[in-house]
């Protein structure tokens, strides 16, 4: 059964900085892998969508990596701004007919 | 439409009452996901859509939980019997070929049982 890792579970930084946000995963027979970001009452965002044979995905200020097989991901955030403040959610997908297995996320507070 | 659209926002319900939540996916998606999420949870699975037929409904929890998908487009999730329990935010999400593609989530519908 697929589990998912999110770690820390909480990170506070001040604004500007660079973080990353980690995500494991037990079965590393993956097929995607995809980081959400959820605002507090709200759903999910959809982030970066990475392929299993791709390293990494890049959106702005945002990078997504994957080392799958070694069941890793990673979140980078460069330039940290109040607005980023948000719940960071890792989800994968074992094959095309499987659902979404979910962390539990990292709560990430920007301090201005 | 845009987006994934779920109604009510919030629905309020009294123990023991039957609640049926909206989903209206992203249009010509053949893939809808209901999830739920607690409090400080990850959202869990609950069922999977693929067209018209559930292709995986391992995540309800018990035989008080049901969803439909008739037509392959709108989808309901019904509760029978809710229970104080059932409290939690419900989720739709979509997308295009299942797990192959990216999955698009609708703003939740926020349930209380009382």
């Known amino acids: 059964k697929q589990e998912v890792t999110q770690i820390p579970a909480a990170l506070s930084v001040p604004e500007g900085e660079n973080l990353v946000l980690n995500c494991s995963f037990t079965?590393?027979?993956?097929?995607?892998l995809q980081w959400f970001r959820q605002d507090p009452g709200k759903g999910l965002t959809s982030l970066l969508l990475i392929q299993s044979s791709q390293r990494e995905q890049t959106s702005g200020r945002l990078n997504a990596s994957l080392d799958k097989s070694s069941g890793r991901s990673t979140l980078y955030i460069a330039a940290s701004q109040p607005g980023d403040s948000a719940t960071y959610l890792c989800?994968?997908?074992?094959?095309?007919?499987?659902?979404?297995?979910f962390g539990k996320g990292t709560r990430l507070s920007v301090i201005a | 439409g845009a987006g994934v659209s779920q109604t009510p926002s919030n629905k309020v319900t009294e123990k023991g009452k039957y609640v049926e939540l909206r989903c209206d996916p992203i249009?010509?998606?053949?893939?809808l996901y209901w999830y739920r999420q607690s409090l400080g949870q990850g959202p869990e699975f609950l069922i999977y859509f693929q067209g018209t037929g559930a292709a995986d409904d391992s995540g309800l929890p018990n035989d008080r939980f049901f969803a439909v998908r008739p037509e392959g487009s709108v989808s309901t999730l019904k509760i029978q019997r809710t229970e104080r329990g059932d409290s939690a935010v419900y989720l739709c999400a979509s997308s295009e070929q299942g797990g192959f593609s990216e999955a698009f989530f609708g703003q939740g519908t926020r349930l209380t049982v009382v």
């Open positions: 249009s010509g998606h053949t893939a």
């Open positions: 989800a994968v997908s074992n094959s095309g007919n499987t659902p979404l297995v």
């Open positions: 079965d590393s027979a993956i097929y995607n």
